[in-house]
């Protein structure tokens, strides 16, 4: 049994039992990858996948049973390499993060600042991404930390940590009548009765958007929806409709041309959390980043969090 083999069958599921994918991604032959599960196969004494002819169709009952010790092996390998690179270059080597478009353009650049100054010798790559698409780049190994609001928690293999919570602004265009009301006195009722342009289903606290309405009785007109807030924006601008965004991405200097109205009494309050993959070995500067980003989130918390510790600790920005 070696590694290799190991690597064939985890990503033949992940390619979804197409053999040339996996070729590809572990840079060899296609009969390359067939004879490292046969071997593997023949060694366990077991079938691991349903066959049609030569293609692989999916896995078998075995199949079912052992992929998770073959992830669970392939992750302490990549842990033991981590921890080895750790005791002899505690200070330098790669840091991927992965975060919506919302958190990586208005959560995280001082974040990014600070993290620098503290680790100059880490290569920091920043990967933008849906809820879902995040959750599986931590999953795949690919992003070591992942940052969003919507998504992570739900799924079991994956270790999420409370950041920081937040609200929803209304933007409007200067003049609009809904500035004339008082401070809070915007209902639901009153959005509704404009186009309102906000976040696609899965973002930034979309859920908790339709949701209010839906407890109203209430049917919105969204005219436009959008990844990001700054799009959101434009279209506003444009006098398009009635933006719904997240509060940190309206900045009074850089957003001139517009003008915000607190929301939060009309919106359930959104929580970012922090995801991890469980059983993965953090490198140093890794618990870094973190406590950069939260400092309640100290290296005790974060290993706390990994060993399935109950963690419930944030703050509200």
Known sequence: MNFQQLRSVRETVRRGFNLTDVAAMLHTS?????????????????ELFVRAGKRLTGLTQPGHVLLPIVERLLLESENLKRAGDDFGRSR????????????????????????R?????????????????IAQMLLSGEADIGVATEALGSHDQLVTLPC??????????PGHPLLELEEGAVTLEHLTRYPIITYESGYTGRAHID????????????????????????????????????????????????????ARHLFEVNLTRLGL????????????FIEAFVPTLTRDVVEGALKSEIVECEYVI
């Open 92 to 115: 330098s080597g790669g840091l991927v993060v992965a975060a919506t478009h919302s958190q990586a353009r208005y959560a995280l650049p001082q974040v990014v600042r600070d993290f």
């Open 164 to 173: 920081y919570r937040w609200t929803h602004s209304i933007v409007v265009p």
């Open 277 to 288: 993959r469980r059983g993965t070995w953090l490198r140093s500067y890794a618990y870094s």
């Open 30 to 46: 296609q009969p390359g990858v067939s004879r490292q599960i046969r071997e593997l196969e023949e060694e366990l004494g077991v």
């Open 117 to 133: 100054e503290i680790c100059p010798d880490v290569s920091l790559h920043l990967r933008q991404g849906s809820p879902d698409q």
């Open 211 to 262: 949701a209010a309405f839906a407890r109203a009785g209430l049917t919105p007109d969204i005219v436009l929806t959008a990844m990001d807030a700054d799009v959101i924006k434009t279209y506003v601008e444009l006098e398009m409709g009635v933006g719904i965004v997240a509060a940190i991405a309206f900045d009074p200097d850089r957003d001139r041309h517009l003008r915000a109205l607190d």
